[in-house]
């Protein structure tokens, strides 16, 4: 979990201003991209099953739509803040433009632990979250989508709430929907595949066959569930995972030297990636404490869980097998850990690039759900992989060329997009 003092917004300016420095950008462009152009934060009442009525805190901000309608999920955790939904929805921003597609940066969140609620009190925070914006989020306007604790159930509700509001049809509204009901097929695997259709052409950079490589992965959600099965698919071997324990409140790293079976791992899981750990042990997994999966003698770190996870203080911990990291949560590494990696030539495939698999595809849903016309699962995953290969090869060619850090060719590439959008609108 992250420390009390650790900013997520503070983190994400350092590495903005970073960038503004080497571009040069005037103080216009600075300033408004620095900031967010918008945000919303609201009470949403909501009365549960005990008949008490409780207020949950939620928030919208939309960091810039210079290039399209703002797009990013909504989180639901017990430890949101406002500084998190501000570092998400910049790095929103980034991640679009990274990979080129016509949208721009937003993120939303509610300070709640869905472990606690039933499924009347989620959908009811779910409604009364379109409620309070309403006139402010649409499929021309800003576009939501699920990410942490949040899925294609909370979408739907989402949906219809606004739909009722307005009184019509917007399938574009948000994406992450369910399949047959405006989602697009392969969504679910889109984050996961996207990670590992990156360092499947990191490890090629590098002249490493995957087959010869070992991971180790931090969470076992969505990300990282589909990006196991995907590295397995091409060879890798994963030999250890890390959840969150919800009973306990802290998190387990469980460990399988010869490689873990996803398949089996996943009968022990619960809809919020938390492994079993009696069960787990049963299998024959060594149970660890939560921070032992960064220690793993391995390849290849992917940290899939939450922001700051590799800082100055964990860093001294991975071992000096490892040869990539590739970020599939958001803000994993802090700026002085990317110190360290850059020193070291440690190969990073920086968050809004390696993730960025799951905006490309909510886009596709996007597209499909404006046309009423749905493609099939390969034709999805197939334009994915164009596009995330094409995003990777573009930052890498930079960072050669320039001999640049990857994370910094990325944001060149991208705050530059966004810089030209707002130029070219005469905001900057
Ligand atoms: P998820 O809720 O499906 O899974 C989160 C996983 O992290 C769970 O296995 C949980 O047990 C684990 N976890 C939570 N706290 C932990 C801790 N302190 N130590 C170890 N494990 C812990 O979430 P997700 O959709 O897989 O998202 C994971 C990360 O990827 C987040 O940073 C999210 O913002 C980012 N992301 C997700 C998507 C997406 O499409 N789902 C897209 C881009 C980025």
Redesign the pocket.
Known sequence: ?ASKAFNAFAMAQTQFDHIADLLDLESGTRELLRNPMREYAFNIPVRMDNGEMKIFRGFRVQHNDARGPGKG?I?FHPLETIDTVRA?SMWMTWKCAVVDIPLGGSKGGVICDPHNLSMREQEQICRGWVRQLARDIGPLRDVPA????TNAQHMLWMLDEFETIHGMHYPGLITGKPVGMGGSLGRTE??GFGVIFTLREALNDLDIRPEDTLASV???????QYAIRLYNQIGGTVTCV???DQKDET?YSFRKKDGIDIDQLLKITDR???IDKSKAQDLGYEVLS?DKWIEEEVDILIP????NQVNAETITQISNRVKVIAE???GPTTPEADKVFAAKKIFMIPDFLA?AG??TCSYFEQVQSNMNLYWEKDEVLGKLDVKMTSAFLAVNELAKKKKLYMRDAAYVIAINRVAQACKDRGWA
């Open positions: 979990m999920g989180r998400l699920p990410d942490v604790m889109a984050t931090q969470g076992f959600g969505n990300v990282a890390s959840s969150w998190s919020f990636g938390g939560g899939a869980a939450l922001e599939g949560a958001n993730n799951g905006v």
